[in-house]
């Protein structure tokens, strides 16, 4: 009797242990956090990742990981726990980093995808200086219902967030508290905000393997009015048993999930999904380089899918659409108003404005893209027939005017604009491509409706783009495009303008909806450079994402394009007055398709002056 009971002490102890040890589930997501540019940290500079569910989702914030390093120098270090069995496959996640400083503070303005979206190792973030236009504040204190003592290593987490799309806005990190109420003071760039929504705030506390979250967001800035003097109660929530915080990388904090605030940004409105069968998680991919900030006109930029074909808005004269976009295959070097093109015997025009609902205004550095790309179940999907680059693109509406080769127009696809513009750190990108019913002389009218980039970021592929001899590094205005392509329909569900570049490799990071792919179908990502000269462009799509492929470590190997068709740049198109009507013979200057017909001219013109020198030389000999 006693072996029985013995046993059966033994039995119940391995029932209490096995169900512990499988919830458990360890898992790590590991990388390094960079500054923009060469910085120094003081001693008591404390870092503070954050692992979160990004999805589009008003309760978007979940908090599924979180690090402090104390003593942070750059490069930082990071190894953050997570439990498996938090991760849901049909979701997106991404890291978010702050940096602490005394009164400094560097943060990562868009959120890095990892796990279901991205890589868990090695994963690059890249954190900068808040930003200067970061103008206007929130205040108010977090308040704790329960009076338990928090340590001094505890943490506070405060955001504004896009209630509808769950965009993250502006946050603010505090790694010493004080006193209760904790205070708190969010800086916020006034222009990044849509004058018709929603925003409000969420608040969370990490104290070791303690945590205390808000339940909801306080409503902080109702259509463009800010609340003063904001209360955000924070109550306990379960969580695991945590690595204490250390200066060296130390497996940060594991929990159960909270609502901490989050970036979650959404793909830009993007079309309606339906429902598509969840997919399993992906192997783990290798890392991702840390992609070029910009969105964008990325990305980006976008994670942004793209409406299929039969949803996509078509546009022939004056319609009004949003669009998104792939950056070109084949753009071209910025020129000025001048040098505004003009459709000839072969070309078309397409011209249109671009806007946003946000309130900011371009600056001088700022850069517009708008692309015109082919569509539908060709080999050829995915090709840039033609792109014009923006610079200083002056106040919204931007004017835009896009030259075309209409010999590159094929009867049986279809095309779309896609554009973007990328100002500093802030880009903007259409959600959907606009249909465009082209061959045609003249389309006018278009307006592209670009939304705020955060929201289209919600999983993305990532890689590089390389090519033997290309060197994009030697021209300002070089800039390059990446998109992924869904195979069997020809839709572009995610596209990014890489600008400005460096040397090749150049990093590119394609955002998409993870939610609106089908986990049965195939996708490619393809990649093209604009080196100031020359267009390099991927002959083939490179498998990503469904079906064991990968989301990060892509290498898209582009070659020089044998006669790269592009429009120029429309610089200054607002200052240029629009030709009334489409007239032949464009000038040199204007496109690079006008070339063989400058060619014809000159042969022309020295057939002539040799009949004249012909007639010259009888006339000398019959006079002698």
């Known amino acids: ?29 590991t990388g390094t956090i960079t500054a923009s540019g060469d910085v120094t940290l003081g001693a008591g500079a404390i870092a503070v990742v954050t692992l979160v569910d990004q999805q589009a989702d008003p309760s978007a914030g979940v908090v599924i990981g979180n690090q402090r390093i104390d003593g942070a120098t750059f490069p930082v270090s990071f190894a953050i726990d997570y439990d498996d069995a938090d991760v849901d496959p049909g979701h997106s996640y991404a890291l978010f980093a702050s940096v602490i400083d005394g009164a400094t503070e560097y943060q990562s303005v868009e959120p890095v995808p990892v796990i279901t979206g991205g890589p868990t190792s090695d994963v690059a973030v890249t954190v900068v200086p808040r930003s200067g236009a970061a103008t206007d504040h929130l205040t108010g204190t977090i308040t704790r219902k329960d009076k338990s003592a928090l340590s001094g290593q505890a943490v506070a987490v405060v955001a504004l967030i896009n209630e509808k799309l769950g965009t993250l806005v502006a946050r603010q990190v505090i790694p010493a508290i004080t006193k209760e109420p904790i205070p708190f003071d969010i800086a916020y760039d006034p ?11 969420r608040a969370g506390i990490v104290d070791g393997g303690k945590r205390w979250n808000a339940e909801k967001g306080v ?12 209360t955000i109660p924070v109550t306990p929530v379960a969580a695991a048993p945590s690595a204490a915080p250390s200066a060296a990388p ?67 004269v004056a319609p009004s659409a949003s669009a998104s976009a792939p950056a070109s295959e084949a753009p071209s070097p910025s020129a000025s108003a001048s040098a505004s093109p003009t459709p000839g015997p072969d070309s078309g025009v397409l011209r249109g404005t671009l806007t946003w609902k ?22 050829t999907q995915g090709t840039t ?3 014009t680059s923006i610079r200083d693109p002056g106040p919204k509406p931007v004017k835009f005017e896009l030259a075309y080769p209409t010999s590159k127009i094929k009867p049986d696809a279809t095309y779309r604009l896609y554009a973007g513009l990328v100002d500093g750190n802030l880009a903007w990108v259409t959600p959907t491509g606009v249909k465009v019913d082209v061959p045609s002389p003249l389309i006018e009218g278009l307006e592209l409706q670009l939304d705020y980039r955060p929201d289209l970021l919600k999983a993305a592929v990532g890689g590089t783009i390389t090519g033997v001899g290309l060197d994009p590094s030697r021209d300002p205005d070089a800039y390059g495009t990446a998109l992924v392509i869904r195979v069997d329909t020809g839709e572009t569900v995610g596209f990014q303008l890489v600008a400005p570049v460096g040397a090749a ?30 267009l390099w462009a991927a002959d083939a799509g490179v498998p990503v994402i469904t079906k064991g492929n990968a989301r990060s470590g892509v290498v898209l190997t582009v070659a020089e394009a044998v006669t790269p068709q592009a429009s120029p740049s429309a610089s200054a198109v607002a200052s240029a007055p629009p030709p009334p009507a489409p007239t032949p013979a464009p000038s040199a200057a204007t496109s690079e398709t006008s070339r063989p017909a400058n060619g014809l001219a000159i042969f022309a013109i020295l057939g002539i002056g040799g009949l004249l020198l012909v007639a010259l030389l009888v006339y000398l000999r019959s006079r002698k």
């Open 1 to 29: 009797m006693r072996r029985i009971h013995a046993l059966f002490a033994v039995v119940v102890l391995l029932a209490t242990l096995v169900p512990a040890a499988a919830l458990a589930a360890p898992a790590q997501v």
């Open 191 to 201: 222009g990044i905000l849509d004058p018709g929504a929603t925003y409000v705030v």
């Open 219 to 230: 409503p902080a800035i109702v259509d463009g009015v800010p609340v003063k003097s904001l």
């Open 250 to 316: 130390s497996a940060g904090t594991s929990a159960a999930p909270s609502t901490l605030p989050s970036a979650a940004p959404t793909a830009t409105p993007a079309p309606t999904p339906s429902p598509t069968p969840k997919p399993s998680p992906t192997p783990k991919p290798s890392a991702t380089p840390a992609p070029t900030p910009s969105p964008s006109p990325s990305a980006p930029p976008s994670s942004s899918p793209s409406a299929p074909a039969s949803e996509a808005p078509s546009a022939t």
């Open 358 to 379: 946000e309130q900011h205004e371009p600056g001088k550095d700022a850069r517009a893209v708008v692309v015109l790309i082919e569509g539908g179940n060709s080999a």
């Open 385 to 387: 027939v033609a792109s």
């Open 505 to 534: 490799p150049v990093p590119f990071s394609v955002p998409y909806d993870p939610t609106t792919l089908d986990p049965n179908a195939d996708y490619v990502a393809r990649g093209s450079m604009w080196d100031g000269t020359t």
